[in-house]
């Protein structure tokens, strides 16, 4: 990221009639696995369609001073050679994962089974964040954690001398701690299990199997039981990288909200575990064509042709929250120039993501004039119809990448601009986003005002 620490606000202006064709860059959890299966492989992995974002690139750096040798070949294009798993060497520098979660708590559980000491850190926003989460299972293994009071970053994490094979039920229905889990049992003998009562993302999962682990899916009771054989020999993939459904998501909602819209994203994943607003939005009345349904590298994809539409407000279970978590601020922001209301339950994990996101999408719908309130874990916007919500305000992003995304497509249809105090963030997951938007017909305007 070119930062010079100051930060870029943006404001989005009234649009009409975004059209094109275009491919988001890759998905950003697929792209840090890539990366991390690589590096506890023996020999050379290939990946295509890398998202070259700082999340992901901060990864690269951390599995690099970790001893894997890992070079950019092109566009998206990069070669990863790797130590093979339980081969990773104590690393000379602070492991900085920046603005990501997915990449701090990935690579706790990939190191907790390796006798080394390693030291964690990240930007302000991910120093807040809780990491017991992933911690409380480590330690199962012998991994031992020292750090700051309630388990945030920095910290630094002893790797167990003699780890054996643990058995976890997910307190929470997270892909990254279970994700944490299976990495770290990767180099314990014998066998780990996780129990998972809801369907988080599978592409630990997917991936394992790729690159040659013996995985198994069982059912306990209600729960779904994946095991993994310890002590695998990895060996290198090839991966092909398919486009960001999260990404996609903000470039859905604007060419759906835009009158005279008709808009074709090429090549997005939609693993069903991931796939959840893509639902919602056409059980809204979207008019999301879901076109040339295939396979890319062990992924189902598609190509989406989406064309502006008139929402109504609908009621989203909470059971679907885990297939949408990161869609939530963009979903407001369709369900505020909807008819009606939407009802979106189930949300508690919102409060622990790169911001509170339940209280930083109401706080910036409520500034653009959208009627919206949070009951416990429940958010509930009344739409104000598709001509949107008053906009005319400075939104606070809390170093959030999709607040910042999702409140600028909101200024796309209100009557007045909307501005978010800052863009930098938007880098982490989807660099070229208002160069894409850009490209379909909106447009922005610099602005100097910040909160
Ligand atoms: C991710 C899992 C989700 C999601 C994050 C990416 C992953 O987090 O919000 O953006 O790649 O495993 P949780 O596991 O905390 O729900």
């Keep these: 990221m070119t930062d010079d620490g100051n930060p870029r606000p943006l404001a989005a202006v009234r649009a009409k009639g975004l059209k094109g064709t275009l ?6 959890s697929i792209s840090h696995r890539a990366l991390i299966f690589g590096a506890l492989s023996i020999g050379e992995t290939r990946i295509a369609g890398l998202l070259e974002g700082d999340d992901v690139l901060a990864t690269a750096e951390v599995l690099r001073a970790l001893g894997a040798d890992i070079a950019r070949a092109g566009e998206g294009e990069w070669r990863v050679r790797g130590v093979g798993v339980g081969g990773f060497a104590e690393p000379e520098t602070v492991l900085d994962h920046g603005n990501s979660g997915t990449g701090a708590r990935l690579m706790m559980g990939a190191v907790a089974t390796t006798p080394i000491a390693c030291t964690f850190t ?16 480590l330690a199962l293994f012998g991994a031992k954690a020292v750090g700051r009071t309630g388990a945030r970053l920095p910290l630094t994490l002893l790797g ?13 229905a997270s892909a990254q701690v279970k994700s944490a889990v299976l990495l770290a049992g990767l180099n314990a003998p014998g066998e780990t299990s996780v129990l998972e009562a809801a369907p988080t993302r599978d592409h630990t999962e997917r991936m394992l199997r790729h690159f040659g682990a013996e995985l198994s899916l069982g059912r306990d009771g209600d729960l779904t039981a994946i095991a993994l054989r310890g002590r695998p020999e990895l060996r290198a993939a090839d991966i092909r990288v398919p486009a960001d459904p999260s990404s996609a998501a903000f470039l ?4 759906l909200l835009v009158p005279d819209s008709d808009v074709t994203l090429e090549g997005v994943l939609l693993n069903e575990t991931r ?12 008019d999301i064509a879901i076109l040339n349904e295939r396979e890319e590298g062990g992924e189902p994809i598609a190509d989406l042709r989406v064309r502006s539409s008139r929402l109504r407000g609908v009621p989203v279970p909470a059971e679907r ?4 978590i990161d869609e939530y601020p963009v979903l ?4 505020a120039c909807a008819e009606g209301e ?16 339940l209280g930083a999408i109401a706080a910036g719908l409520h500034a653009c004039g959208a009627r919206v309130a949070v009951e416990g874990d429940t958010l509930r916007v009344t739409g104000s119809g598709p001509a949107g919500p008053r906009g005319g305000a400075t939104v606070a992003t809390h170093m959030d990448h999709r607040i910042a995304m999702s409140f600028l497509v909101l200024g796309f249809v209100t009557g007045e601009p909307v501005a978010v105090d800052d863009t930098r963030m938007i880098a982490t997951s989807f660099p070229g986003f208002t160069a894409a938007l850009d490209g379909l017909g909106a447009r922005f305007a610099e602005t100097g005002r910040a909160p």
């Design 23 to 28: 491919r988001v860059p890759g998905d950003k």
């Design 122 to 137: 990240g930007d302000a926003s991910l120093c807040r964040r809780p990491m017991a989460r992933v911690l409380t299972p």
């Design 160 to 172: 167990a001398e003699d780890p054996g094979p643990v058995t976890y039920r997910l307190p929470v």
């Design 252 to 255: 859905v909602v604007a060419a």
């Design 275 to 286: 796939a959840g607003l893509y639902r919602t939005l056409r059980e809204m009345g979207g």
């Design 321 to 324: 929250a885990p297939s949408m």
């Design 332 to 335: 407001a922001v369709a369900a």
């Design 342 to 357: 939407t009802i979106m339950a189930g949300l508690e994990e919102l409060r622990v993501k790169e911001s509170d996101r």
